[in-house]
């Protein structure tokens, strides 16, 4: 494995538009050098064998992920609870490019486990938009998901590196990520 050289946590509520900014940003940076890794990804291919589902529509923002969504946090917070780095430490087992974007931070012991881990080599970014652009992208607030642990934890968290208004639809996606690729641009 390649050590990383710098990691990129993106965290933002559901539908705000962490997976669109992140793939953008890979296809602007080219997997060559860099790379997504989701925390969630080792979470839905342990569901996805446990319920016989396809892992690809698991990891996609369709309907199915949605189904299994609120059954799928109580499993992981329940294994969260025995060792709360088990996710970080599995996604990024495979983890192999000098810039690595992880999509979906979503907890303090998520930003804890990579400062632990990596420090010095993180940067926190923050995706946010309102409920009103998220309704419009699909977002319905959900008992029990919307206002649960992985959705709200990073809530009081004011110390983030960047932080992307995609609220915006006046601002193109390029210039939502300027700074990013502004930081990142002696290492690509």
Sequence with gaps: MENPKIILLFSGKRKSGKDFLTEHLLKILGSDRCEIVRISEPIKAFWAKEQNLDLKELLSDGPCKEIYRKRMIEWSEAERAKDYGIFCRKAMEKSQKSICIVSDIRRKTDIAWFTENFSGKIQKIQVKCSDITRGQRGWKF????????????????????????????STSPDEMLKPLLNLVSDIY
């Design 142 to 169: 959900e008992v029990g998901v919307d206002d649960a642990e992985s959705e709200c934890n990073l809530d009081d968290v004011t110390d983030f590196d960047f932080i992307l208004d995609n609220d915006q639809p």
